[in-house]
Nanobody
Framework: QVQLQESGPGLVKPSQTLSLTCTVS??????????WSWVRQPPGKGQEWMGA???????YYSPSLKSRTSISRDTSKSQFTLQLSSVTPEDTAVYYC?????????????WGQGTQVTVSS
């Protein structure tokens, strides 16, 4: 059974870089045809796909966030990481990692439980 777990700080100051890690257990992040994504949901709004990384390590980004987003991975730890730079209070959201067979937009086969990130001074 594949399980995902997000980790990282719950509070980030404006203009700083948000960094979150997703640890995958029970499966491999190098499995072909699986895209490992970051999805967020701001309060009162719908889910937003941020980006993904594929089995070969290629990253894909939402056009609206591309200039501020970086996704990388550590295959030895079965982890993939999100970095979002120059954060503002509008980046406050629950952040999820997910895995599925489409590069963006789901549906997703695997979900983490989500982690709340608040951007505030």
């Amino acid at each position: 059974q594949v399980q995902l777990q997000e980790s990282g700080p719950g509070l980030v100051k404006p203009s700083q870089t948000l960094s979150l890690t997703c640890t995958v257990s029970g499966g491999s992040i190098t499995t072909n045809s699986v895209y490992w994504s970051w999805v967020r949901q701001p309060p009162g709004k719908g889910q937003e796909w941020m980006g993904a990384i594929d089995a070969g390590g290629s990253a894909y980004y939402s056009p609206s966030l591309k200039s501020r987003t970086s996704i990388s991975r550590d295959t030895s730890k079965s982890q993939f990481t999100l970095q979002l730079s120059s954060v503002t209070p509008e980046d406050t959201a629950v952040y999820y990692c997910a895995g599925g067979q489409r590069v963006s937009g789901g549906p997703y086969d695997y979900w983490g439980q989500g982690t709340q990130v608040t951007v505030s001074s």
